[in-house]
């Protein structure tokens, strides 16, 4: 089992900045992709980010690329999504995920991920 614990939501105006944080306990932290979903009020839960277990690789969904950065710290557990340029349309719960990568398709679906964290709420003022 992995136990994941999201902080770092608020409220911010558009155009500033939050940092996300994600830190894991249980199993070994290093062996599992990080993502990072969103779901906004009445929609699916969507891909945001996803960093491979050494960090080398990432991925964005296309409205947040330029803008966010996910990366991971090993040492300490943790994964963190930066925000900057927040937009109205980006207020929503963010969740962090692990998971192990199966197959050599990108790490974009929910399916992928085996443990959750319980979200985070982003609200971002117009």
């Known amino acids: 089992q992995v136990q994941l614990v999201e902080s770092g939501g608020g409220l911010v105006q558009a155009g500033g900045s939050l940092r996300l944080s994600c830190t894991a306990s249980?199993?070994?932290?290093?062996?599992?992709?990080m993502g990072w979903f969103r779901q906004a009020p009445g929609k699916e839960r969507e891909f945001v980010a996803t960093i491979s277990w050494s960090g080398f690789t990432t991925d964005y969904t296309y409205s947040v690329r330029g803008r966010f950065t996910i990366s991971r710290d090993n040492a300490k557990n943790t994964v963190f999504l930066q925000m900057n340029s927040l937009k109205a349309e980006d207020t929503a719960v963010y969740y962090c995920?692990?998971?192990?990568?199966?197959?050599?398709?990108?790490?974009?679906?929910?399916?992928?991920?085996?443990?959750w964290g319980q979200g985070t709420q982003v609200t971002v003022s117009s």
């Open positions: 995920a692990a998971g192990v990568r199966k197959t050599t398709a990108t790490m974009s679906s929910r399916d992928q991920y085996d443990y």
């Open positions: 249980g199993r070994t932290f290093s062996n599992y992709y």
